[in-house]
């Protein structure tokens, strides 16, 4: 895919994606940011990289808490393995809404050009991916993007799984999201 200059990270699409989904489902996952300590050569293909070293078990720090954590809520079993959750990104396409990094470490926030930047290409991934639902990572992330997301979208959110989150709130969100019953 050729992406605008819009889209400086590059989305994670699961090799299942378009294929099969999740529960038959194209499910696009976003969050707000990428923060990084040293410098990054491959922008484009940062996202992409961050989540094949999850999905191949390359790393065990906090980006694992985050995936196995949203990989649970996919699944819909607070306790599935974390196998289990690696395998379910596979099935998903990911993206973060902000295009710059913030930072060196979680809880910067982006500003309103940041917000605007985001929103378009948000946009343009939205356009490519076409995804039967969109589910966002985080409270603050929603009340941004929201204003900008069209009304035919089926979206909703979560509190960040790293902020707070309560399996038992955010299970029943993503059930409604990917018309689940229980």
């Given at each position: 895919m ?11 699409i ?14 696009l996952i976003?969050?707000?940011s990428?923060y ?19 999905v ?24 599935a ?17 902000l ?12 500003g309103?050009?940041?917000w ?14 076409q995804p ?6 985080g ?5 941004n ?9 089926n979206?909703?959110?979560?509190v ?9 709130d955010a299970?029943?969100v ?8 229980r």
């Amino acid at each position: 895919m050729d992406w605008s200059d819009n889209v400086v990270f590059h989305p994670w699409i699961g090799p299942n994606y378009r294929s099969t989904g999740l529960d038959g489902k194209r499910v696009l996952i976003v969050g707000e940011s990428h923060y990084a300590q040293d410098p990054v050569s491959d922008l484009a293909g940062f996202t992409q990289s961050v989540v094949r070293g999850y999905v191949e078990g390359a790393f065990t720090d906090r980006r694992a808490r985050l995936f196995t954590a949203a990989g649970r809520l996919l699944i819909g079993d607070r306790g599935a393995t974390r196998q289990h959750c690696r395998d379910v990104w596979k099935n998903v396409a990911f993206c973060n809404y902000l295009q710059d990094f913030k930072g060196d470490a979680a809880r910067f926030r982006g500003g309103p050009l940041d917000w605007e930047g985001g929103a378009d290409a948000f946009e343009e991934m939205h356009t490519h991916l076409q995804p039967d639902a969109v589910l966002f990572l985080g409270k603050g992330l929603w009340w941004n993007a929201k204003p900008r997301l069209d009304s035919e979208v089926n979206a909703a959110y979560v509190v960040h799984p790293s902020g707070g989150m309560k399996y038992s709130d955010a299970m029943p969100v993503v059930d409604r999201l990917l018309g689940r019953t229980r």
